[in-house]
């Protein structure tokens, strides 16, 4: 990192309000556990293993924040990251509003990170902000497709759907977080933007602003249903196999 960056400060928000209805009944996402260890708990140290990282603000479900900041308590992070828990909102883009509105001064670099993610690579997480930091306003990790992506017409429920388009796979990409962004670029984003997205670096886009793509990693891939469960907890054992982790 050339000497310029080292003055930046970097803080995540790590939205981990949802309930993941998709994975099955039991307790919100974030608190699964992934070989033994809640799933939050792996996506805050893989954002406090960046050395760049000096703040991790958690957006806990609406009625879970103690608890959540009772398991932080509990899980060693390094000293030099600080961690605060806010409650969360009835949607994503609510609650990394309310986790950017307990940002202290003096952070100008801003990740949004998926506590869904929670393997993500370190280099990854660097890649992000050493973007951010050389000037970029938006930068989100991504991966090319594998499969040819079709865009539908709805059809009733059952019935096949028209095709509209193809797009050309090529100019593709599968985006993962953490997204990172100017924090003056990303708060006004979410002050201005209404409507319903699924990431936000497509808020910084309706203003207009510039967005790129580093390379993602398949290792941050989302826990959304079952069987990402049992996908992660193989990561995590030929990590452990492999270096001791
Ligand atoms: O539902 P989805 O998998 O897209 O959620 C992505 C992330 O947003 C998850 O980490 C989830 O906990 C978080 N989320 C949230 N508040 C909500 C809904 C989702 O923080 N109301």
């Known amino acids: 990192m050339s000497d310029e960056s080292r003055h930046h400060r970097t803080a995540v928000v790590i939205p981990a309000a949802g309930r993941g209805v998709r994975l099955g009944p039991g307790a919100p996402k974030a608190l699964r556990a992934l070989n033994g260890t809640p799933m939050l708990v792996h996506a805050v140290r893989a954002m406090a293993a960046s050395r760049a990282v000096s703040l991790v603000v958690v957006v806990a479900p609406p009625d879970g924040a103690p608890e959540v900041k009772r398991l932080l308590?509990?899980?060693?992070?390094?000293?030099?990251?600080?961690?605060?828990?806010?409650?969360?909102?009835?949607?994503?883009q609510e609650s990394v509003r309310l986790g950017l509105e307990a940002l202290p001064d003096g952070i100008d670099t801003v990740l949004v990170h998926d506590a869904a993610r929670p393997l993500v690579p370190v280099d990854t997480v660097d890649a992000v902000i050493e973007a951010v930091r050389e000037?970029?306003?938006?930068?989100?990790?991504?991966?090319?497709?594998?499969?040819?992506?079709?865009?539908?017409?709805?059809?009733?429920?059952?019935?096949?759907?028209?095709?509209?388009?193809?797009?050309?796979?090529?100019?593709?990409?599968?985006?993962?977080?953490?997204?990172?962004?100017?924090?003056?670029?990303?708060?006004?984003?979410?002050?201005?933007?209404?409507?319903?997205?699924?990431?936000?670096?497509?808020?910084?886009e309706q203003l207009g602003l510039p967005v790129v793509v580093v390379a993602g990693h398949e290792e941050a891939f989302k826990v959304t249903r079952p069987l990402d469960l049992v996908l992660a907890e193989a990561v995590l054992a030929r990590r452990r196999a492999n270096d001791g982790f």
Request: hydrophobic fraction near 40%; proline fraction near 9%; glycine fraction near 8%.
């Open 73 to 92: 308590d509990a899980h060693a992070l390094p000293e030099r990251t600080d961690y605060l828990v806010v409650p969360g909102g009835d949607s994503r």
């Open 135 to 204: 000037g970029a306003v938006a930068v989100v990790p991504g991966l090319p497709l594998a499969d040819t992506v079709k865009q539908v017409e709805a059809a009733a429920k059952g019935e096949p759907e028209p095709v509209v388009a193809t797009p050309e796979r090529a100019t593709l990409r599968a985006v993962q977080t953490p997204q990172g962004f100017a924090r003056d670029a990303l708060v006004r984003a979410h002050e201005t933007v209404t409507g319903n997205v699924t990431d936000d670096a497509s808020m910084v």
